[in-house]
């Protein structure tokens, strides 16, 4: 079974600092994704990486960034955090296919 | 409990009963549709998928039906049981920029009455 965990389920920070999000998957795989997911509003794509150390934005990145230094691991930064970006994080990978595979989420408050 | 479920479309079902999730995409284009299930506290597991070329698929109690003409997928959930309660989000793929990109709808909970 193809494994994507979270470094955290729940994490409450405070307005201004700075927030890692760690994301790993255990099946080689080559895609990886990290989406917002809000009431009402489905998931929002913020950015993904199909490569080490390739980024593309998705359709959400301000105030986001991204780092992806080794195959498995996937970063997702909140340089100066603000309220608005209270939410759940999703991390997610995929293999060659459109299937994507998901993490158990963070929920991240900011204060 | 998890918040993502607020202010979603809701379908109350009795156990035992079948149950049929809607959902309209919007590009023509869209090559394969997935269909995922959202426990609380959890992330989103695949259920179904089925490309374009097809216009239905069944699994293991579920079934997919496509409709390309009016852009129309639907989740159909036989003899419902309680532990199918959860929100189901359709998801669309489509080709952006020379990479795979899901959309996905806003979702849908599923409440399942004993």
């Excluded at chain 1, 009431?39 to 993904?48: A, E, N, W």
């Excluded at chain 1, 980024?55 to 996937?74: M, N, T, W």
């Excluded at chain 2, 199918?84 to 009455?113: M, P």
Aim: glycine content about 8%.
């Amino acid at each position: 079974d193809v494994k994507v965990t979270q470094s955290s389920r729940y994490l409450v920070k405070r307005t201004g600092e700075k927030v890692f999000l760690e994301c790993v998957q255990d099946m080689d795989h080559e895609n990886m994704f990290w989406y917002r997911q809000d009431p009402g509003l489905g998931l929002r794509l913020i950015y993904f990486s199909y490569d080490v150390k390739m980024k593309e934005k998705g359709d959400i990145p301000e105030g986001y960034s991204v780092s992806r230094e080794k195959k498995e691991r996937f970063s997702l930064i909140l340089e100066s955090a603000s309220t608005n970006q209270t939410s759940m994080y999703l991390c997610a990978s995929r293999p060659q296919g459109p299937e994507q595979y998901f993490g158990p989420g963070t929920r991240l408050t900011v204060t | 409990g998890e918040s993502v479920g607020l202010h979603l479309p809701t379908l109350s079902v009795q156990e035992g009963d079948n149950s049929i999730i809607n959902c309209a995409y919007s590009n023509s284009a869209s090559d394969y549709f997935i269909w995922y299930k959202q426990e609380s506290g959890k992330g989103p597991q695949f259920i179904i998928d089925i490309r374009s070329n097809m216009d239905k698929r069944q699994g293991q109690r579920v079934t997919v039906l496509l409709n390309k003409t009016v852009k129309h997928l639907s989740l159909q959930i036989a003899a419902t049981q309680p532990g199918d309660s959860a929100v189901y989000f359709c998801a669309e793929n489509i080709i952006s920029g020379g990479y795979n990109k899901l959309i996905f709808g806003a979702g849908t909970r599923l409440a399942v009455h004993p």
